[in-house]
């Protein structure tokens, strides 16, 4: 766990103002780096997220391998000498995942491919999330897996090899394991398909192509890989769009903070991830697309945000995995909204960096707001948060940010300790945030 940090937050002293782009999207960052290592060719990437899990997913490839080289200081632009499918070299030491699931889980398609055996591990907080839905399937698609708890806990250890294709049914919705399953697809015998319960974010799908791999999508939601055997380095860059997670703080804060009004420019639009938009514009929120277009396979726009006051409402649960990274920030929105926030069928947010309905619950209780636990999800009544409290992001980025966003509205300021996990997805939140007039510091600044 990322622990330490303290971030010192609220109230507002005004309204927020400006045009900001945050960085670029994480889960596109992981999957184009994972994309061009495994082709063949040289692939350059614009708009590169350099928070600590993409630069661990980077330097995975680089300990195989890989060579990379960054094309500016800030580490959004690389390049990647891609060494085909089968060029990943055995890598000396173990593989440091960080924080990340994406990068792991991701990870464990890319190793069940290869004739090698790895070992991956992460931090304290990622050694205690569910590996088994990852590595199941890579299992019956002929890869030997062992690691605690039978496979469920890292660190894994990875034994690939030929591989037969799979028809996954998976249990969770989860574009982590459709994901997973669809890369090791790549090295399969056979067309690989997945199933999901409910659709998750399609950027390997959409990715995939740009790479000369083709992915179909019946009409019935069935997603088919019949691996080409190779990835060739597109010859155009690819380009990822900035991070509507990331958007999204920015977003609630200027929704909640009276005379707002900003511009989040280039943000990502693809209709699998924007449900928080969904969401916040049924609460009242004001948002305006503008400048619409589209950035190599995703949607894009500029997003117009005025301060409304805001109405707690029952999430449809079929919003939940197009939102499934946003509730925390929602939950800040919910307890300052009016009348109640109901969120239900979310029970994957126990699971992700921290259980993020216990966490979430906790922290607002403490600035005081009105919440009730449910196991799978919460009821919040929205109000007045009074602040004036010391707070636990428990090493979870979103809820650091999401607290820090709760707290402008706050009566008094908050602390939040354990808040330095924001790198992992965010490394600039602090001066973005301060540059449209969002009170927040780290204590020793
Ligand atoms: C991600 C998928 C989601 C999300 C995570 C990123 C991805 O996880 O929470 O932050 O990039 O595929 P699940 O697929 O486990 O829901």
């Known amino acids: 766990m990322n622990v330490g940090g303290t971030l010192i937050a609220g109230p507002a002293s005004g309204a927020l103002k400006g045009r900001v782009t945050v960085p670029g999207d994480k889960s596109m960052s992981h999957r184009a780096v994972m994309l061009a290592s495994l082709a063949d060719g040289i692939t350059e990437i614009h708009g590169f997220l350099p928070g600590e899990d993409n630069l661990a997913t980077a330097q995975m490839f680089v300990e195989m391998g890989v060579v990379i080289e960054w094309l500016n200081d800030e580490k959004t632009s690389l390049r990647v000498h891609g060494v085909g499918l089968h060029g990943l070299k055995q890598p ?3 593989l440091d995942a960080g924080n990340s699931g994406t990068c792991v889980r991701l990870m464990t398609g890319v190793l069940a491919g290869q004739s090698f055996s790895s070992t991956m591990t992460g931090d304290a907080s990622l050694c ?6 990852v590595v199941d399937p890579v299992r019956s698609m002929g890869a030997e897996v062992d690691g605690g708890d039978g496979g469920n806990l890292l660190p894994i ?16 919705a989860s574009a982590q394991v459709k994901s997973c399953v669809l890369l090791a697809g790549l090295f399969a015998e056979g067309e690989t398909t997945v199933v999901e319960p409910r659709p998750t974010r399609d950027h390997t799908e959409r990715m995939l192509p740009l790479f000369g791999q083709p992915v179909q999508v019946d009409d019935r939601g069935v997603i088919r890989l ?18 509507p997670s990331s958007a999204t703080f920015f977003a609630v804060a200027a929704s909640l903070i009276k005379g707002s009004d900003i511009t989040l420019e280039r943000i990502g639009m693809n209709p699998l991830r924007n449900g928080w938009s969904r969401i916040l514009s049924d609460m009242g929120g004001n948002l305006e697309l503008q400048r619409e277009g589209v950035v190599g396979e995703e949607r894009v726009a500029d997003i117009h945000v005025t301060s409304q006051r805001l109405i707690g409402v029952r999430v449809n649960p079929a919003d939940v995995p197009d939102a499934i990274d946003e509730f925390p920030v929602l939950f800040a929105a919910a307890s300052l909204a009016d009348g109640e926030f109901l969120l239900s069928e979310a029970e994957e947010l ?3 960096e921290s259980d993020r309905i216990a966490v979430m619950a906790r922290a607002l209780i403490s600035a005081g707001a009105v919440i009730e636990e449910r196991p799978d999800g919460a009821l919040i009544r929205g109000g007045v948060l009074k602040g004036g409290c010391t707070v636990n992001a428990e090493g979870d980025h979103r809820i650091a940010m999401a607290m820090a966003v709760a707290a ?13 996990a924001i790198d992992t997805s965010f490394p ?3 001066p973005l945030a301060r540059r449209l007039g969002m009170n927040v510091r780290w204590q020793d600044d």
């Open 408 to 420: 402008q509205c706050a009566n008094a300021e908050v602390s939040i300790e354990n808040a330095a």
């Open 350 to 352: 126990r699971v992700k």
């Open 157 to 172: 250890t990875i034994q690939g090899g030929a591989l037969e294709a799979i028809q996954h049914v998976s249990e969770v």
């Open 92 to 94: 000396q030491n173990m």
């Open 128 to 133: 205690k999330r569910p590996m088994k839905r």
């Open 226 to 243: 019949k691996p080409t055997g190779k990835l060739t380095a597109p010859k155009e860059p690819v380009h990822i769009p900035a991070d």
């Open 428 to 430: 600039d939140f602090v």
